[in-house]
């Protein structure tokens, strides 16, 4: 029937990159993200399909080889059909000519027949009653528009006729604890059930994923690779992961997020499951050329709004496939800290020196033992050992092992700990279990006397080898954690998506806002009069101030706010008063203020001529205190953004800022504030009084409120500088640009 079923198109090769935009995308998603919604799919039966047709199955492909060989290598215990022109069977497998003609019901159809033939397949499948269906094939959207016009009559044929569709261009799934492994993907045998959900954009990255995972011994519960994504995409699947209850992880490989607003769903939802989210994302890239050329703007790039993302929602971003797979394992082990700080036992001191150091690099608090804590301990370690934190147990535990059971549960009583880990060399070979299984057996005895959650770190980056695994298994070890530097980088994800998880827990993190249009209150303040007097019924806290007309206006309102004062032009026409001699600072005295203020509106006209000027804002002269910089822009693909740093010309001297999506809570706020350089400054610095965090925090989360409020033809808000002096806060200055400038 299918007259060229047997010639196979291989999957969209990982080097099909274009760059635009200073940012490096895969035109395979650009090519589809217009013609794809994104409701919540339910894909339970997908992933778990009773029966299954090899559309195009052949003793002479390959392709069609390393397909069917898993579905006996895992002994899938459903129904297996073989499709293909001749109807003969194949690997086993009963054969037909079409979808149609197998006598019995089939879930779920694995199509790898050419492109050109792919259509008509899938409209045989469709008339065959099958629901759901992957497609390997490439040839479609990330092969330009002849392609992605196809791809497009796919999914329309999909759409129509209900099926769930994945690809094309995707290698498939692997279902694990059901033994369904319906992928093109190399594996190792066999794949180890575990419980950490794997989905990737790129088939060729989940292989090298699901390789590392197997020689660490982590074990998967889902691997999927979601190709072309005409339908089914990665936050689909990532759904579905949240609400399958084998799944404690989610691990993801992206190359691009192409609904923002479904993967901060779906996040929210891991979140209120208690699943973490481990992702390694693609893409890093200078500042974004699309982004709105407002002051705002151009400190916000991209990648830094999606670290904000991550950092809001817990989601652990890491660097490397080595690290995707440690921090993936670490969190799937150990449950939620109840305290940051980390306590190291090690048999090695220069072990302990550099687990020390790559704490430090990474954030990781190793704190010191309470003098209780230290008390205990030595009345069980040798004269000669310390007592401090990382704690060298001494070459003693060679001799008496027992060690490990009186030490590592007074490190886990500690006040401070969360986490204790055990650094230590582990037999990898026979011969070395001779001199090590009872220091092991040890370890674990020692955890297991620990209410605190413990791991056991080896001192390099070693595979899980057979001995290993069956001493960790007889110690009752749930895994080994890979050397010291992927360890540390792990604790460090697991303490961030920890301490967010309490804070969502604890009610901080809000619900899915409500969009920028039902939120608008149809204001469209222009000048910096108009934005303070928005943002003070918004209840920010502004300077007060009065609009001059004349220079005995001026005058008078300089006398009611006594001693210095401000003076600045006000003009929605001009962003930048001081380039243009329109401000006035520190002035006192009548005719000093009548001055100002002819000196102001002289300059302002000479240095704009066809500005329209309103006046004079004449205000009380602010000092000491330190400034801040609070603006939002507008990122071409994550929507509002909120910017914090140092304000006045320190924003650009230093381009120290923090960034994150709007909303933002005031725990998000103090957050962005504790990771500037400037952090010290707030605390009080030679004479300037501590900011209060609490009150500026949620003046700053006001701020962010207030720009969404001004709905989506904002192009962004600046407030710099406000003004921190202890509990006191204020707005000095706004300024307000609109995507149309006519508004």
């Not at 990737?200 to 074990?219: L, N």
């Not at 817990?314 to 799937?332: Q, Y």
């Not at 092992?401 to 026979?430: F, H, I, K, Y």
């Not at 999506?661 to 962005?672: E, F, R, S």
Request: hydrophobic content about 45%; proline content about 5%.
């Amino acid at each position: 029937m299918f007259s060229r079923y047997l010639r196979v198109a291989p999957p969209c090769d990982p080097r099909d990159f274009k760059f635009k935009s200073h940012q490096r995308i895969c035109r395979r998603h650009i090519l589809t993200a217009a013609t794809i919604a994104q409701p919540r799919r339910d894909l339970k039966a997908f992933f778990s399909p009773r029966s299954v047709a090899l559309v195009g199955a052949s003793e002479k492909s390959a392709w069609s080889h390393g397909v069917a060989a898993k579905f006996r290598a895992y002994g899938y215990a459903g129904k297996v059909f073989a499709v293909n022109r001749g109807g003969v069977d194949a690997h086993g497998f009963p054969g037909f000519k079409s979808c149609k003609d197998i006598p019995e019901p089939v879930d779920f159809a694995y199509l790898f027949v050419p492109a050109e033939a792919t259509l008509e397949a899938l409209t045989d499948a469709a008339d065959a009653g099958i629901k759901h269906v992957n497609i390997l094939t490439s040839g479609f959207a990330e092969t330009g528009e002849s392609g992605a016009l196809l791809q497009q009559q796919l999914l329309d044929l999909a759409n129509a006729r209900g099926i769930t569709l994945q690809g094309p261009n995707s290698l498939g799934f692997a279902n694990i604890a059901a033994r369904l492994v319906a992928t093109s993907i190399p594996t190792r045998l066999p794949l180890i059930d575990g419980t950490i959900g794997l989905v990737s954009q790129s088939g060729a990255v989940v292989a090298e994923i699901s390789k590392v995972m197997h020689q660490q011994g982590v074990g998967l519960s889902l691997v999927a690779a979601t190709g072309n994504e005409a339908q089914i995409a990665l936050t689909d699947v990532m759904d579905y992961l949240v609400d399958d209850p084998g799944t404690r992880v989610i691990t993801v490989f992206s190359e691009s997020i192409r609904d923002p607003q479904a993967f901060r769903d779906v996040a929210l939802r891991a979140l209120a499951a208690r699943k973490p989210i481990v992702i390694l994302k693609v893409g890093k890239s200078e500042i974004s050329a699309q982004v709105a050329q407002a002051h705002t703007g151009s400190l916000v790039g991209d990648d830094r709004v999606f670290d904000a993302v991550c950092t809001q929602y817990g989601i652990v971003r890491v660097d490397s496939i080595e690290e995707l797979v440690a921090t993936s394992d670490l969190l799937s082990r150990v449950p939620p800290l109840k305290k940051s700080g980390v306590g190291v036992v090690s048999i090695s001191g220069g072990g302990c020196g550099m687990f020390a150091d790559r704490a430090a690099e990474c954030g990781v608090s190793i704190t010191p033992f309470s003098d209780a804590t230290r008390a205990a301990l030595k009345q069980v370690l040798p004269d000669f050992a310390s007592d401090l934190n990382p704690l060298d147990i001494t070459g003693a535990v060679f001799r008496a092992p027992q060690l490990w059971e009186t030490t590592l549960p007074v490190v886990a009583r500690d006040e401070n700990v969360g986490l204790v880990v055990v650094l230590n060399q582990l037999p990898g070979t026979p011969d070395e279990l001779r001199g090590l299984r009872e220091n092991v057996l040890a370890m674990g005895r020692g955890l297991a006397l620990c209410e605190t959650p413990g791991v056991v770190v080896s001192m390099t980056a070693q595979p899980m080898t057979e001995t290993l695994r069956e001493v960790a298994t007889e110690a009752g070890l749930s895994g080994v954690c890979a050397g010291i530097p992927l360890t540390v980088r792990a604790i460090a994800g697991h303490v961030q998506w920890s301490e967010c998880l309490a804070r969502f827990e604890a009610g901080e993190r809000r619900a899915r806002p409500a969009s920028e249009t039902q939120a608008a209150t149809g204001q469209r303040p222009r000048s910096e009069r108009e934005v303070l007097e928005f943002l003070r019924d918004q209840r920010v806290p502004v300077i007060p101030a009065h609009v001059a007309r004349s220079a005995q206006e001026a005058v008078s309102f300089a006398r009611s706010a006594g001693g210095k004062v401000a003076m600045k032009v006000l003009s929605a026409d001009i962003a930048h008063k001081t380039e243009v001699g329109g401000v006035k600072l520190g002035v006192i005295g009548d005719d000093a203020v009548a001055q100002a203020y002819t000196d102001i509106d002289t300059a302002v006209r000479k240095n704009c001529p066809n500005a329209k000027i309103d006046g004079v804002i004449v205000s009380p002269m602010r000092s000491g205190g330190i400034e801040l910089f609070v603006g939002t822009a507008r990122d071409p693909h994550w929507g509002p953004v909120i910017a914090v740093g140092l304000g006045g010309v320190w924003v650009e001297v230093l381009a120290d800022t923090a960034v994150r999506a709007l909303p933002v809570t005031p725990g998000d706020v103090k957050d962005m504030l504790g990771s500037l350089r400037a952090a010290k400054i707030l605390q009080g610095f030679r004479g300037t009084p501590a900011a209060d965090l609490d009150t500026l925090a949620q003046t700053i989360a006001r701020i962010g409120d207030a720009a969404l409020a001004l709905g989506p033809q904002l192009a962004s808000l600046e407030i710099n500088p406000l003004l921190v002096s202890g509990d006191k806060v204020e707005a000095l200055d706004g300024l307000c640009v609109w995507e149309d400038a006519s508004q």
